[in-house]
């Protein structure tokens, strides 16, 4: 004979966990759509079901005893679990079971995302999840299987299969430099220099490449990441220097072009690196030769 579980009503633990975490009846409501007495009265009828005070009043404040403390850790996890399994159950697959890739984000949104249908046309059925990473990453702390990282192809206890140079190059949009009108490298300096907080570097390397000298500052709007950067330059606003992978659609479109030559080599490159103990996977060695093959035109241009 089956046993009834001692389980209380979901209702009831929903009101409890978001009550425990803001120790506010009415904060609580109102994350939940539900009014301060009726996350009261759940967390009543639980506290009965339990036998055991998970809050207390001390003046105005709410305040959680050891036992609802407790009770509320291990609560997050189920609940946790349980949302984990509902949403497996309406997507047809378990996350842990996905393809786990990462690229930086503006890598992972303006390069790699539009060419994912080319992996699911060759690759069906296996499940993928696309999450942004930096180029130093833990595989293990991240979840990771397979990255494709800008670097010099070193990454402690990792495979790395170089995938392509990275070229940059000064762009500006047609209202800001007429399409079709050649500058100097010297004329930069004429126009705002817009930087990037992440790539602080990128203007004197570029006048490196270039062996020109300059010896003023270096001025214009900083933005934090590349895509920001590309915005700005597609509205006018200045000069950037941008990889030249992630402007295939603005240089196809001639929302931007190249008005100071082609690009030139930024001393990196990008790299399939994926664990050395999951060397053996087979839709890890899928997606890198997914990758090797998206990136064959960039090493015979």
């Given at each position: 004979m089956l046993m009834a579980r001692y389980v209380p009503s979901l209702a009831w633990l929903v009101a409890f966990e978001a009550a425990a975490k803001h120790l506010n009846f009415t904060r609580a409501g109102e994350e939940l759509g539900m009014t301060q007495s009726g996350v009261s009265r759940h967390i009543?009828?639980?506290?009965?079901?339990?036998?055991?005070?998970?809050?207390?009043?001390?003046?105005?404040?709410?305040?959680?005893t050891e036992a609802g403390r407790t009770y509320a850790a291990e609560l997050d996890r189920v609940l946790n679990d349980l949302e984990k399994a509902s949403i497996d159950v309406v997507r047809g697959w378990k996350a842990e079971l996905a393809l786990r890739v990462a690229a930086n984000a503006s890598v992972a949104s303006r390069w790699l995302a539009p060419r994912m249908d080319r992996f699911r046309a060759r690759h069906?059925?296996?499940?993928?999840?696309?999450?942004?990473?930096?180029?130093?990453?833990?595989?293990a702390e991240a979840a990771v299987d397979i990255a494709m990282l800008r670097g010099r192809g070193h990454w402690h206890a990792c495979q790395s299969v170089p995938l392509m140079e990275e070229t940059v190059a000064v762009v500006a949009a047609?209202?800001?430099?007429?399409?079709g009108e050649r500058l100097?490298?010297?004329?930069?300096?004429?126009?705002?220099?817009?930087?990037?907080?992440?790539?602080?570097?990128?203007?004197?390397?570029?006048?490196?490449?270039?062996?020109?000298r300059h010896s003023g500052p270096l001025q214009g709007p900083r933005f934090a990441n590349?895509?920001?950067?590309?915005?700005a330059a597609v509205s006018g606003l200045g000069l950037a220097i941008v990889p030249?992978?992630?402007?295939?659609?603005?240089?196809?479109?001639?929302?931007?072009?190249?008005?100071?030559?082609?690009?030139?080599?930024?001393?990196?490159?990008?790299?399939?690196v994926?664990?050395?103990?999951?060397?053996?996977?087979?839709?890890?060695?899928?997606?890198?030769?997914?990758?090797?093959?998206?990136?064959?035109?960039?090493?015979?241009?």
């Open positions: 009543r009828a639980l506290e009965a079901f339990l036998g055991v005070s998970l809050f207390q009043r001390i003046g105005p404040r709410l305040v959680i069906p059925d296996l499940s993928f999840e696309v999450v942004p990473t930096l180029s130093q990453i833990d595989f047609p209202s800001l430099v007429p399409l100097s490298v010297a004329a930069f300096a004429g126009y705002p220099q817009l930087q990037n907080s992440s790539r602080s570097d990128s203007w004197l390397k570029w006048l490196r490449a270039h062996g020109e590349m895509s920001m950067l590309i915005n030249v992978l992630l402007i295939e659609r603005e240089l196809a479109a001639q929302t931007l072009h190249l008005p100071f030559g082609p690009p030139v080599p930024s001393g990196e490159s990008y790299f399939a994926y664990p050395e103990g999951k060397a053996h996977k087979g839709e890890i060695l899928a997606f890198r030769d997914f990758l090797m093959a998206e990136t064959r035109p960039f090493r015979q241009a």
